[in-house]
């Protein structure tokens, strides 16, 4: 039986849609959950979607996926920079790990530049706006497919 695809956000994305428009757009987090619930139904998948500003939250969501998911997709926001113990975490995970950044955080400040959580995804995909966490769901849609 499939398991759901895990949609995790990190720290101030319940703030998308008002949070520097210009880099992260008008889109807000509700609007985001629809939109990935949709290509998600199209695709034959379920996912569960939720944000926190907690690290801790952010763990044991990962560690709940570690028997009860499919595959996750990961915007750990500025945790991405800092995270090592969420990046402990994702060691655990053996089903696909895709870190999404709305924005590309290699065009911005150095401390963006670095991030823990690359060392545990199985990919990365950056600076396509809010369409990256679709293209995380077409990807994980695909290798589950082929598996
Ligand atoms: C982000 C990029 C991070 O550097 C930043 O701290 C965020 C959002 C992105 O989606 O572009 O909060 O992960």
């Not at 008002?18 to 949709?38: F, N, Q, S, V, W």
């Not at 999404?100 to 823990?116: C, G, K």
């Amino acid at each position: 039986m499939s398991k759901p695809i895990y949609v995790l956000n990190g720290p101030n994305l319940n703030l998308l849609g008002m949070r520097e428009p210009d880099i992260y757009g008008h889109t807000t987090l509700a609007d985001l959950k629809g939109m990935c619930t949709a290509r998600a139904d199209a695709r034959g998948l379920e996912i569960f979607f939720v944000q926190s500003n907690r690290e801790y939250e952010i763990i044991d969501w990962i560690h709940e996926a570690i028997d009860g998911a499919d595959g996750i997709i990961i915007n750990p926001a500025a945790f991405t920079h800092t995270s090592l113990a969420i990046l402990d975490a994702l060691k655990n995970v053996n089903c696909p790990i895709i870190e999404v950044h709305i924005s590309n955080p290699h065009t911005r400040e150095d401390f963006r530049h670095f991030s823990y959580v690359t060392y545990a995804a199985t990919g990365t995909i950056a600076g396509l706006g809010v369409n990256g966490y679709l293209t995380a769901i077409d990807a994980i849609a695909d290798m589950l497919a082929d598996a």
